[in-house]
């Protein structure tokens, strides 16, 4: 499965949707994914330059876009377009046949026409040793805006899988039954605990933060052959992390494993175990 980054650049002249302005923010969607950008506060010529990675599974589905402004309780839609992946796949799919062309050299053309929402031609070209596509996209169903985009292929050597394992006595949050509903949530470099609760807000059970660098750098290292179980880094509990106890990066099943407990933060009680295997990809046919 190809992964492809969108980086959402920036908006131009969106729809005023506040008193004098507005809270913008990007939803991607294609399939069943939903990627946003961060919100940028009372502006309506937002920078977001952030990057979203899509997995294709389907190269001819739409990549939908939708801009929102961002209330307290209902966000206003800003407007909407759509892009076609798939003439930027096709030629990403011929890297290996690009290498050595100059930096900036123009690979095809993508002309505005009633199909698209192209404000203007879109390129796809060779920059930084890389297929690049920019283009701005026209917002419909709403009385002006622009948004700026740039596409170019993920080179992934894997995938880093988390597997939430179990809570320990974390906080009650549910007073009439004396427990909680809990789930995780993780963002990137960032892991919170929420109760789920359907009638009101969710109750906050507690964050933790934890680096990932040092996983990453054992899988740098290139330890096929090691036997089986292999402790490759042991990290310790400091002041600059969660760690509940001694966190072990071993060889196992022929992959890099780390397991940790984290202590929550900013909670009475609570305690995460994780696991971090690193899955290595195939290299894909044709890139």
Not at 99 to 115: A, F, M, V, Y
Not at 237 to 258: A, F, H, M, T
Request: aromatic content about 6%; some cysteine; overall charge negative.
């Amino acid at each position: 499965m190809d992964r492809v980054i969108v980086r959402v650049k920036r908006g131009l002249n969106l729809a005023i949707r506040d008193a004098e302005s507005s809270d913008p923010y990007v939803l991607i969607k294609m399939a069943n994914q939903k990627l946003e950008t961060r919100v940028v506060e009372r502006n309506i010529n937002p920078e977001w330059n952030e990057d979203l990675a899509l997995s294709i599974s389907d190269p001819h589905l739409p990549v939908q876009l939708f801009v929102y402004d961002k209330d307290k309780f209902f966000d206003d839609k800003m407007g909407e377009a759509e892009f076609d992946i798939n003439p930027f796949l096709e030629v990403a799919k011929k890297r290996l046949e690009l290498e050595g062309l100059q930096d900036g050299t123009i690979i095809t053309k993508i002309e505005p026409n009633r199909q698209n929402c192209l404000a203007e031609e879109s390129q796809i070209v060779w920059k930084d040793g890389k297929v690049v596509q920019n283009m701005f996209l026209r917002l419909k169903n709403v009385e002006s805006g622009e948004v700026e985009l740039q596409l170019s292929m993920e080179n992934m050597l894997g995938l880093l899988r988390i597997r939430v394992q179990r809570g320990i006595n974390l906080a009650i949050r549910d007073t009439f039954s004396r427990s909680s509903d809990p789930c995780v949530v993780f963002q990137m470099g960032k892991q919170f605990v929420y109760d789920r609760d359907i009638f009101s807000f969710d109750d906050k059970m507690g964050e933790a933060e934890f680096d990932i660098n040092p996983i990453v750098e054992a899988v740098k290292m290139g330890l096929e052959g090691l036997p089986d179980g292999t402790t490759i880094r042991t990290i310790l509990p400091n002041r600059q992390n969660r760690l509940v106890e001694r966190s072990q990066i071993v060889w196992k099943d022929g992959q890099v494993v780390q397991n940790m407990a984290l202590r929550l933060k900013d909670v009475e009680c609570g305690e995460v175990e994780l696991q971090l295997r690193w899955i290595k990809l195939p290299t894909p046919s044709g890139l």
